[in-house]
């Protein structure tokens, strides 16, 4: 069973390549991001309270994703393995997936690199294409910062463990993707 952690700031291209690699590696993508969107779209209870967080680039609290999570991990197709993108984002998400995975523990955490300005620059663009109410340079700025504040601990804690793949996001979307298969010990 594959065990897999995408990581990386806003606007590095985390959910395309985490499709990419779940196709590859035949394991279920789950994106806390993605969850929380379909939500909102579909008006359940969870969306609406999650909606005023998520448009102010403000992350949800954990009571609210931690149990979210914890539900979607004990769904049948993850027992094969899976890629979660966008959880944990904060220490204490570490140890609430600690706790859910108990023995059962990452197998490698993959970081997507890429420097704030490029990152801005993407985002907006995506705002002219998809329109989603947190891809305001405001906001995008703000979830940069939290990123920074909130989420570099989570790698730091994984480096420490010593299973993070740190790959360069910069370049061609295919670029990327072999890169992020080769640090998989993939053949591409
Ligand atoms: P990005 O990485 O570009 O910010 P995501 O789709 O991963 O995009 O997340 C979008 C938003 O969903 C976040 O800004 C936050 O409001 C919410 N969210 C996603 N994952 C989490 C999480 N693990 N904890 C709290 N909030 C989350």
Known sequence: ?????IIGPPGSGKGTQAARISER????AISTGDIFRANVKEQTELGLEA????????????????????DRLA???????????????????????DSILGDEALDAVLQLTADDEELIARLLKRAQIEGRADDTEDVIRHRLALY??????????YLDRGIVRQVDGLGDIDDVTARVLNALGQNV
């Open 25 to 28: 590696l035949n394991v279920v």
């Open 51 to 70: 909606k005023k967080y998520i448009d102010a680039g403000n992350f949800v609290p954990d009571s609210v994703t931690n149990n979210m999570v914890r």
């Open 75 to 97: 769904q049948a197709d993850a027992a094969e393995g899976f890629l979660l993108d966008g959880y944990p984002r904060t220490s204490a998400q570490v140890d609430e997936l």
């Open 1 to 5: 069973m594959t065990k897999l952690l």
């Open 148 to 157: 920074h504040e909130q989420t570099q601990v989570v790698v730091d804690r």
